[in-house]
């Protein structure tokens, strides 16, 4: 069985700071997908940044980046000098195309930028 | 267009009512999901379809009951539906076997 977890329920960071999200998860397989989910107070999910397992660099999407440990089955967000628009829950996902393509989704992170 | 809408965008329905959530997607993807989520939580899977087929049905009750017309429709059927069961739906897609999901704005439904 594959679970995530995300051991974080709130934080808060300084605008133009940053901040660091973390998650575990815990799978037996091999092929499979991580993924960094926002969702603002406007409920729309947006995909942040994607991982495949397969890589060992980092994935980077501007402000945003990871820190794949894959021996440790670690996938945690960096946001580099947060703004206001970053205000959201941010779920971890996990999936493995064997499993066919069913998400699990971590329990959440409700960042907070403060100005 | 890389877009999954979802209409109606809010929802009031009583216990007694029928009603249908609509998703639509022209990226070409073959697999769907309908998501339920309470506020402040993940989304749990409801359904999915792979090839307009029904793939996963995570023990949903009847009265919600999925239909897959074509590769780019998805709906939900409700009916007699109970309080507990108002949240936000979401619609999803994906490539089949690929990787991440496209979701839409959601439904809000309020079952009074």
């Known amino acids: 069985a594959q679970t995530v977890t995300q051991s974080q329920p709130e934080m808060s960071v300084q605008e133009a700071e940053t901040v660091t999200l973390s998650c575990t998860y815990d799978t037996s397989e091999n092929n499979y997908y991580l993924f960094w989910y926002k969702q603002p107070p406007s409920r729309q999910m947006i995909l942040v940044i994607r991982q495949e397992a397969y890589k060992q660099q980092n994935a980077t999407e501007n402000r945003f980046s990871v820190n794949f440990q894959k021996a440790a089955k670690s996938f945690s967000l960096k946001i580099s000098d947060s703004q206001l628009g970053d205000t959201a829950m941010y779920f971890c996902a996990f999936m493995t195309p064997d499993t066919g393509n069913q998400f699990y989704f971590g329990t959440g992170t409700s960042l907070t930028v403060i100005p | 267009d890389t877009e999954v809408t979802q209409t109606p965008k809010h929802l009031v329905m009583g216990m007694t009512n029928k009603k249908s959530l609509k998703c639509e997607q022209h990226?070409?993807?073959?697999?769907m999901y309908w998501y339920k989520q309470k506020a402040k939580k993940p989304p749990e899977l409801m359904f999915v379809y792979s090839y307009e087929k029904l793939s996963i049905n995570e023990s949903v009750p009847s009265r919600f009951s999925p239909e897959c017309p074509n590769s780019s429709l998805l709906n939900l059927h409700l009916h007699a539906l109970q309080p507990e069961d108002s949240a936000l739906y979401l619609c999803a897609s994906s490539h089949y076997r690929g990787n991440e999901q496209f979701f839409g704005p959601g439904t809000r439904l309020t079952v009074l």
């Open positions: 990226m070409g993807h073959r697999a």
